[in-house]
DNA sequence: GTCTATAAATTGATAGAC
DNA sequence: GTCTATCAATTTATAGAC
């Protein structure tokens, strides 16, 4: 018997349910399509989770905290700063590769979905602005970085991850000539691209 | 008699949709909420435009062409290369900002609606990429600039215009504790942010 | 051109057998 | 826990009166 078989059914329907709403929006699902996603009947899905807005509220709050990277962890430590910025842009260019459809995915539901869910569950993902922002403000005081806002720096540097893959679809048939393998080719360098963009901006 | 009431019924609706599809999106949208902003019958709308499908394409073509600014335009110039970006920053930013669902609605929809329209639409928008890369190349050459990737530049230029706008929400609630106002003052630093970040980029 | 009425299909959700 | 059958509501689209 291998491991797989021992997932559980409600285990198997947010696996699915996190596939379909992730790629067809929350107006968009279908709760038969995740039925046949996950290989059961459809009942079940209201068995386990009562309605579709609960479904999708498991499933918003797991793609939440795959989009919202943990900055107050990394930027906490006394390391040096340039570092820091090199290994999150790294590792959150890395996160959307793995994860390409939650970007948009969290923007657009977040966007339309003005409830009061949505703000509870972006705040209560517990992202520490502070700890970052004293990182940022103690590097400028030593005299390690230039006079920098540390808000538009982060704004700044999540736009330059997070953009190429949202828009991918347009760059991709305007600038590549739809060419996949290029495109694939362009995402490569562009971690290189936005730390020495970054680094420039913020160093004296 | 106001020049308003001379507005046919036609142009009634598409209004109507632009503000229904843009603020739900394709799948959250429904034909009565379009007839109910237009203030007149749902039958009317299927008597103009035969499906919800085509009323969609006719809102996203128009959706598109203010999304996708008319860089070929901007940047066939003789102008100082570093005149040019900032007037296309700024002016972009007024366009969004005039605009603010659009690049999400506009990034959503090419996302999850993989049809040969979606794609078409972005080919006949006509955007000249060569007349571009063309100009940075020259400046590249002439020793004005750089040695600077074009398709990284204007990935660069227009991630950093865009995404305050698509994460909004986002953003105002972790860094400026939903403050609204004080959103706005940081929307309205952010030409000359984005303006200086990408000229010190190019610049030798 | 604009309306009412209604068809036809879809979809979220529940009841009840096993 | 899982399935079948079905309800009730929604929604796109059309027919036909005026």
Not at 37 to 65: C, D, P, Q, T
Not at 108 to 120: L, R
């Amino acid at each position: 018997m291998t491991k797989t078989d021992k997932i559980s059914t409600e285990e198997k329907i947010l696996d699915a349910a996190k596939k379909v709403f992730v790629e067809k929006g929350k107006a968009g699902t279908r709760m038969q399509e995740i039925a046949d996603e996950a290989g059961i009947n459809k009942s079940l899905l209201h068995y386990y989770y009562r309605s579709k807005e609960k479904l999708f509220s498991a499933v918003f709050k797991f793609a939440f905290k795959k989009f919202a990277p943990g900055i107050e962890n990394v930027f906490e430590s006394d390391k040096d700063i340039f570092e820091v910025i090199e290994i999150f842009i790294h590792s959150y260019i890395d996160l959307i590769r793995k994860n390409p459809f939650i970007p948009t995915f969290v923007l657009n539901e977040i966007n339309k979905n003005k409830t009061s869910f949505i703000t509870e569950t972006i705040k209560e993902a517990g992202i520490n602005a502070e700890k970052y922002i004293e990182f940022v403000y103690k590097n400028i005081e030593n005299g390690i970085i230039k006079e920098t806002d540390p808000r538009q720096l982060i704004v700044n540097i999540i736009s330059l991850c997070i953009f190429p893959f949202a828009g991918r679809p347009v760059i991709q048939i305007i600038a590549f000539d739809n060419n996949k393998e290029e495109y694939e080719r362009f995402l490569d360098t562009r971690k290189k691209e936005v730390t020495e963009l970054i680094i420039n901006s913020i160093k004296k």
